[in-house]
């Protein structure tokens, strides 16, 4: 019988330190994620925007799927629990937003602001404002505004426009073609969501296949949608009319990377994933990790309301580096920071390359993985556009800090639980932005 591994929540003002002092002690079980943030986004918006009733199952209720019901619930739609596991969404009809009396506020979350930005610029004659919190007020949202402003929005902000807080007075927008520099499914989503609203084909090429949510979803509810594959161009015809769906969100695979991770460095470890979302579009990280020799079986794999489910069984194994670029980077850009965690107990030097949009998440995540992880004992040198971690390194416990960044506290969570000693990771709340019970799985995973 191993002593167990002790995890502990100081709670001072707004803030939590989550104090990790590990044993070693080997995780087993079952477990769930909860829903698919990116999915529970999508549901609460084209819920709203639709005619009639949508009923979203296994919704994510965490800040950011907070924030987008809020802005929607201040233009006119009503959202309401209906108990621990469905939502309801009684929606408004596209066009039919109404102006709302305040800022909308997106707290720290940048798929609500972008993709709200392209149904609100597409309202004709209603104006709005947006802000954020103190990151989302930094984050660039120029990539969005300027092929916007191509359609003929008007969008005011600071920095040329291209800094939260915005304004925005909605206009009947024209359809363009455009060629997204980046591959990002929120630029992608704010374009089809504008196009919505827009008489005619809207179309949207992106350099790499980003995560195709938004695409599943708008069918789903009716509108007219075709896909290129070649190309990676999804075009849309509006103006379209959307109607009231059943909604299943699946787990979150972001949020069960921390468990896979966790299952695969700690020895002895045996751990179950259920009901994980496994979207080629988001399976980036399980290619990864089986490169770095991680034993990782999909288990009753189904498709559930349009998505790929599957229960995720992880093993531990000895891990080896690997090399994660180029087009596989859309597909686990948020998995980013919890491999980096993978790559430093794995043997050889594992290179992260063409990732530069982690410098302009939640948090600079080059910066803030390297330095978080480095205090602990980590060799990990930043890139320009990634890193480079030397692996088979064995961590110590230290005080670490999210700098508010979700993912970034619940990698360091992971990392401390095959350190040394104890580890503090201050600003830990911060996780409740997409997964509000990670500690009590964290406790459920290492029982006492
Ligand atoms: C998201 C897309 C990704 C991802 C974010 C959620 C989405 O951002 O990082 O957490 O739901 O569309 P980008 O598309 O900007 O890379």
């Known amino acids: 019988m191993t002593t167990p591994t002790s995890i502990a929540l100081k709670i001072t ?5 989550l104090i990790i002092k590990s044993t070693g002690q080997a995780l087993h079980g079952r477990i769930r994620v909860p829903g698919d943030k990116s999915i529970s986004h999508r549901s609460l918006m084209l819920g709203a925007l639709a005619e009639g009733e949508t009923i979203i199952h296994g919704l994510l209720l965490g800040e950011d799927p907070r924030s987008t019901a809020e802005c929607f619930r201040a233009m006119g739609a009503t959202i309401s629990k209906l108990n621990a596991e469905e939502v309801r969404v009684n929606g408004i009809g596209l066009g039919n937003l109404q102006e709302p009396e305040d800022v909308l506020n997106t707290g720290n979350s940048g798929t609500t602001t972008r993709l709200m930005l392209g149904i609100l610029a597409s309202h004709p004659g209603k104006f709005f404002t947006v802000t954020g919190d103190r990151s989302i007020r930094s984050r660039p949202m120029s990539r969005v505004v ?23 007075q909605g206009q009947a927008l024209k359809p363009i073609h455009y060629h997204s520099p980046i591959a990002s499914a929120q630029v992608k989503s704010c374009i089809l969501l504008a196009g919505l609203m827009t008489q005619g084909q809207t179309t949207i090429t992106e350099p790499a296949l980003s995560r195709d949510h938004s695409e599943r979803m708008l069918r789903a509810f009716g509108a007219e949608l075709s896909v290129d594959s070649e190309t990676n161009s999804v ?22 990377a921390f468990w ?17 979302g496994v979207n080629p579009t988001r399976t980036g990280v399980l290619e990864a990790l089986a490169q770095m020799g991680a034993d990782i079986a999909l288990e009753n794999q189904r498709e559930v309301a349009g998505e790929p489910v599957a229960d995720l069984r992880v093993r531990h ?50 910066t803030i993985t390297a330095t978080q992880l480095n205090l602990m004992g980590a060799s990990i040198t930043e890139l320009p556009d990634g890193m480079e971690i030397v692996g088979g390194k064995s961590l110590r416990g230290a005080e670490v800090d999210s700098h508010t960044d ?43």
Request: proline residues 5%; glycine residues 6%; negative net charge.
């Open 235 to 256: 075009t849309i015809t509006g103006q379209a009319r959307l109607k009231g769906q059943t909604v299943i969100v699946p787990g979150d695979i972001s949020s069960a």
């Open 13 to 17: 003002d707004q803030q939590h330190e």
């Open 406 to 448: 979700h993912r970034i506290a619940m990698s360091l969570a992971i990392a401390a639980l095959n350190a040394t000693g104890v580890t503090t990771i201050h600003r830990a709340e911060a996780a409740a932005i997409s997964y509000p019970d990670f500690t009590a799985t964290l406790q459920q995973v290492t029982p006492e």
């Open 317 to 366: 194994s000895k891990l080896k580096a690997c090399t994660i670029a180029g087009d596989l980077i859309p597909r686990l850009i948020d998995e980013i920071p919890i491999l980096a965690v993978a790559a430093t107990f794995a043997e050889g030097t594992t290179v992260i390359r063409d990732a530069e949009e982690l410098r302009v998440k939640e948090s600079d995540r080059i």
């Open 146 to 168: 300027k092929p916007l402003q191509q359609m003929g929005a008007q969008i005011w902000g600071r920095n040329e426009n291209s800094l939260a807080p915005l304004a925005i």
């Open 260 to 276: 896979l991770v966790a299952g695969a460095i700690v020895p002895g470890s045996d751990l179950t994933i259920e009901n994980v």
